[in-house]
Each structure stands twice: as structure tokens, then as C-alpha cells.
């Protein structure tokens, strides 16, 4: 509550507006401070988890720390109420610029020191103190030009505060993203967070202050403004170079799509590197090994139709065709940057064989889970290739429930393949997804193929220089009926790292090392979460 023995320095009769309009115009500054606010939250939360993973983690981080500091912030506000004015000038000029390089400095931070959490606890931290003083010094500010009530001034301030918090929180996906970027949005929302707090201090209040404190406002804006100004002219650049020293020096495709950012290094299908949301996910050098050993054991039995579930870059899809006698390949795929790429870039297209081409394959792009819920149709083969999972979009994707769903879509006698993460590095991950596979009612064949996994690894190896991490690649599957035996189809084509015996004793690999006990994921109880790397 405000304390109603401060003086009020210059009522009413000092302002260059009437009371009413000054208190509006306070009201739209609450407004417009916390869209802002709000913008440089989801800004946090977002670049994290592209940068971390885990996006549950990461946005319990900023939440939870931002709203601590929030209180210390009012707390330490209670010391400017004298000299609110200028001091809530000052603390929007120093929002602004927080707010407004933190996400810079995150992605820089992760880009060539490669770890950014120090820095996401910090701008939560710092951004949550500079917000929670706000209210405070605002209370005493619009109690000046207009007195009323503690009671109805904090009825007003909170209803401006939370419309503008749903603007900023609307406007902050549907415009900024998709119109400027994280980096430059972040940077222009800075610019809009310090002209409004500086404009309702220098116009509303500027009789109250003294010509220092004038010239200090002024000069503060002005250059927090121009600093900016100037980050979001070099964004591009800096961009460019941040990319280069996570990528290396061969980026040669660089789009941020609807769903994530697409990128692919290398000059020829010898030497393309393929990442999306900033991880490895193919590696040309021996990206066969793992699309031999998930696509060609699913297709020892009928395989007529075929089912692949992401695997928007065709490589799976490039297995599946070598079958002669398969009739059609559906490809569901999130992403249709990724299919544009597969189908257009000559290096990604030459790897996948042109299977695009193939008047066997149908390209879908809508999300696997909602493609099962609506669909009836059957097939001998469900192949999913998709994204690890963990605490984020893909852990539904891993749940029982969907697994459910792909048991339905099996015709009798089909099989489904799963990539469920590295065995070795992330073995209760592995596990989870197995017997969530067998509480669905499938029949599982765990088995494990020795190989560089690249799911996690954004970039080259610092110290070695090389991309993933050699603990091999993990699978499982399964059917309706009764577990599928680990083999190769008769019909098979000659492949480069998979045979039959080898197939076998991968089986028996996998099962050596089983963690018994494991609970099945679902919807409702996610139990993924990140293991050590």
C-alpha cells in the first residue's frame, strides 16, 4: 500500500495535462511496459529451450526465478518512491536494454562458449528485479497526477498491467517471431519499452524533475535507444558469424521455417550435415548405418504399405523404395521446410536417391499424432522417425496413448520400428519408451546398432571436431500379434552395415542391458526426462 503521508510534489496544477488524461496516459505506459515485460519472458523461455531442450526445464527456470525476483524488486522499489519519476524512468531505460539484449547475448553465449544457462538464470534474474519495481514507483506516480483510493489505483494498475500482458504474450508469436525474429524482436521491443517510459516521465512529469535528473533521462534514453538501434542493423552479421562458430564454416543453407530452424552444411551428399532446432540430426558420412538398421528389419514380412512418421528429409523414405514390391509410402512430416529442402537441394535430394520423385511416395505435412487419431487406413509398416523424446513437443509422440494409435493402424501381421534414443548415454529414456510401446499392446524386439549418435550435439566437438557421440542408436520393434523376429527380408536389398547375424546379436545386445521396472509414459505423466549426455 502506498504511503499516504509522501508528499505529493507538484499535484495536479504542475501537470501539462488534466489529471484524468495524465492518469490514462500512466495506465497506457502500465499497458505497453508490460507487453514488453511479458515479450522479453517468452523470449527466455523460447530461445531456451531451442538452445537447452527440455522446454518444461527451461520455462520453470524463467518463471520461477523471474517471479522471485519480482518481489525483490518491489522491495528494493520502496527506496525510489521519493523520486519516482525519475527513477522509474531509469529503471525502463535499464529494462529496455536488459530486456532487450538477452536474447543476443544468450544465443551468443551458447554460440562460442557453448553453454547459455548461466546466462538464462541471470537475465531472469536481472529482468525480474527491473519488473517488479515498476508497480511500486507506477502506484506513486498515478496516485500524483490523480488522487484516488489506494484501493481503486491498484484495481486500475493491475487491469492495464494484465491486458498488456495478454497483448505482449499474443503479440509475441503471431507477430514478432514470424516478423522480425527472436533476436530483432527482442531488440525493437527494448526500443518501444524505453521511448514509453521515457515519454511519460519527460512529458507527464517533467516539472517535477530537476534539470539534471532531465538531461540524465534524456541522455540515458537516447542511448539505450541508439545502442539498439545499431544491435538490431548488425543482427544479421552477427547471426551469420554465431551460426559459423556453432555450424563451422560450410553452412550453406540457413531458413527458419514455421516449426524450427533448418540448416545444412557441406558442398555435396559426401559431406552434408543436416540440423534442425539447432541439433544434428543427419550426418551424410554414416547416416546409412542408422536408416539401414531402422527401416530394413520393420520390413522382414509384408510391406506393401508403408507408413513413415517424420522423416521429412526422405532418407527413410530412400530405404523403404528399395523394395520393389512396396505399393506406397506415405511420409508424414511437421515441417514442410524440410520436404521443400529434401525435394529441391541438390546434395540433400542426390543422398535420398530423389525419393520425392518416386510416384510410390505421398508427402503429408501434418503432426503424427493427429494424422493417427483421424486416419483409417492400414499398413504393413509404421515407421517412426522422429525427434528424441523428452520434456517438449515430441514427448507426446512417445506416449502410450500414441503408441495405442499406431497399433491401430497396423494391418494384421504389421510391425512398427521406434528410434528410442541412444542405449548407453540415456538408458531409462530408452527403456520408457519400450514398455510404453508394451503397454500399448505391442509385442517388442529391443535391439541395439553400434554408431556416431547425432541426436543431441548442436555443432562440431569442440575438442575433437567430429559431430555426435559414439554410443550407437537404440530401437525398438514390435508388433500386434507377437514380437517380430530380428531379421532381414528375403527379398532385401544388399546393404552396407547390416546383416542378419549382426541383426541378431544386436537383439541380444539390447537385451543384456535391460532396466526392468520401467513405467510407461502418457499423456497426462510425461516420464522422460533429460539424462546425462
Known amino acids: 500500500m502506498i504511503d499516504q503521508q509522501l508528499p505529493l510534489r507538484g499535484g495536479a496544477t504542475r501537470l501539462p495535462v488534466r489529471p484524468r488524461t495524465g492518469r490514462y496516459l500512466v495506465l497506457a505506459t502500465v499497458f505497453i511496459c508490460a507487453a514488453c515485460g511479458l515479450v522479453y519472458e517468452l523470449e527466455l523461455v523460447a530461445l531456451a529451450s531451442y538452445l537447452i531442450g527440455d522446454s518444461v526445464t527451461q520455462a520453470s527456470v524463467v518463471l520461477s526465478v523471474m517471479v522471485f525476483a519480482m518481489g525483490i524488486g518491489s522491495l528494493l522499489a520502496k527506496r525510489l518512491r521519493s523520486r519516482a519519476a525519475v527513477g522509474f524512468g531509469l529503471i525502463e531505460a535499464a529494462l529496455a536494454l536488459v530486456g532487450g539484449f538477452s536474447a543476443l547475448v544468450l544465443y551468443a553465449s551458447f554460440a562460442w562458449i557453448g553453454e547459455s544457462r548461466y546466462a538464462l538464470v541471470g537475465f531472469s534474474l536481472a529482468i525480474g528485479v527491473l519488473i517488479g519495481a515498476e508497480i511500486p514507483l507506477l502506484m506513486t506516480l498515478i496516485q500524483r497526477v490523480d488522487r484516488q483510493d489506494a484501493g481503486g489505483a491498484v484495481a486500475d494498475l493491475f487491469a492495464a498491467d494484465y491486458v498488456g500482458a495478454l497483448v505482449g504474450g499474443l503479440a509475441f508469436p503471431f507477430l514478432l517471431l514470424p516478423m522480425l525474429g527472436q533476436l530483432t524482436g527482442a531488440l525493437f521491443t527494448g526500443a518501444v519499452n524505453a521511448a514509453a517510459g521515457g515519454a511519460l516521465v519527460l512529458w507527464v512529469f517533467g516539472r517535477d524533475l530537476t534539470a539534471r535528473s532531465r538531461w540524465l533521462l534524456i541522455g540515458a534514453n537516447v542511448a539505450v535507444i541508439a545502442v539498439l538501434a545499431t544491435a538490431a542493423v548488425l543482427a544479421d552479421d552477427f547471426e551469420r558469424a554465431a551460426r559459423r562458430a556453432v555450424y563451422g564454416n560450410q553452412v550453406r543453407v540457413a531458413v527458419q521455417t514455421e516449426v524450427q530452424e533448418v540448416v545444412l552444411t557441406g558442398g555435396d551428399r559426401g559431406s552434408l550435415d543436416l ?122 509422440l512417445y506416449s502410450a496413448e500414441f503408441y495405442g494409435l499406431v497399433a491401430r493402424a497396423l494391418a494384421p501381421g504389421g510391425r512398427v520400428v521406434v528410434h528410442g534414443g541412444p542405449v548407453v548415454s540415456r538408458p531409462r529414456t530408452y527403456w520408457t519408451v519400450e514398455a510404453s510401446m508394451r503397454a500399448a499392446g505391442l509385442r517388442t524386439r529391443p535391439y541395439r546398432i553400434s554408431g556416431r549418435y547425432a541426436g543431441f550435439t548442436a555443432g562440431p566437438d569442440r575438442a575433437t571436431g567430429r559431430t555426435g557421440q559414439a554410443h550407437g542408436w537404440g530401437f525398438v520393434l514390435a508388433g500386434s500379434a507377437a514380437a517380430p523376429v530380428l531379421g532381414l527380408d528375403p527379398g532385401a536389398p544388399r546393404l552396407r552395415s547390416l546383416t542378419a547375424p549382426a541383426l541378431r546379436e544386436a537383439g541380444r545386445r539390447a537385451e543384456s542391458g535391460r532396466l526392468r521396472g520401467q513405467t510407461p509414459s502418457t499423456l497426462v505423466h510425461p516420464r522422460y526426462r533429460e539424462e546425462e549426455r
Open 275 to 396: 540440423y534442425l532446432g539447432g541439433r544434428l540430426r543427419v550426418s551424410s558420412r554414416d547416416e546409412y548405418r542408422y536408416h539401414e538398421a531402422l527401416v530394413h528389419p520393420a520390413m522382414n514380412g509384408p510391406h506393401a504399405r508403408v507408413l513413415i512418421l517424420g522423416g521429412g528429409d526422405g532418407l527413410a523414405a530412400r530405404e523403404v523404395l528399395r523394395y520393389a514390391d512396396v505399393r506406397s509410402v506415405t511420409v508424414v512430416e511437421l515441417d514442410p521446410g524440410v520436404t521443400r529442402l529434401a525435394r529441391t537441394d541438390r546434395a540433400l535430394s542426390e543422398l535420398n536417391a530423389h525419393a520425392y520423385r518416386d510416384p510410390r511416395l505421398t508427402s503429408v505435412t501434418a503432426d503424427a499424432f493427429s494424422r493417427l487419431r483421424t486416419t483409417h487406413d492400414r499398413y504393413d509398416v509404421v515407421i517412426a522417425d522422429l525427434p528424441d523424446p523428452g520434456i517438449s513437443a515430441s514427448t507426446k
